[in-house]
């Protein structure tokens, strides 16, 4: 079967010019593209590394933060625990101290008492001695 189409030197021509416009396009877009891509991928790929990297990064510092917070919390406590046995024993001493002073204050009262009252019976008793004296050489008196 004939179609009728006899191939010439223009059919070879155009398929030369076809392969080359194929061999520009190709140098011209594809190549150019194809790298553009490839540089793109190879950024995205080293972004996403680089940002893994910081979230673990970021996660170390995280937990290690989280170990000084703790740390600080249980320094914290123990500081404000003894700060606390220092008071209840600083508070023991002052009331102790006061206890004393009172009662050191007390018996001195007591003390101040005893010689009040002693002063005061043996005015008495002078006193009692004089009236006695006194009633005596009346009696006396009236008697001689």
């Not at 510092?61 to 320094?75: C, F, G, M, N, P």
């Not at 209840?88 to 009040?116: D, L, M, N, W, Y």
């Not at 008793?125 to 009696?139: L, Q």
């Amino acid at each position: 079967m004939d179609i009728g189409v006899v191939p010439n030197l223009t059919l070879f021509v155009q398929a030369a010019l076809f392969l080359l416009f194929v061999i520009v396009v190709n140098f011209l877009l594809v190549k150019p593209y194809t790298r553009a891509m490839e540089e793109r991928e190879r950024i995205v790929r080293r972004n996403e590394e680089e940002a893994k990297r910081l979230r673990e990064e970021a996660a170390k510092y995280l937990d290690q933060a989280k170990e000084i917070l703790e740390r600080a919390r249980v320094e914290a406590n123990s500081i404000i625990d003894e700060a606390r046995r220092e008071a209840a024993r600083i508070r023991a001493e002052i009331i102790e101290s006061a206890e004393k002073e009172a009662q050191e204050e007390i018996q001195r009262g007591v003390e101040e008492i005893r010689r009040s009252l002693e002063e005061e019976k043996r005015k008495l008793e002078k006193a009692v001695r004089e009236v006695a004296e006194s009633i005596v050489s009346k009696i006396m008196g009236e008697a001689a």
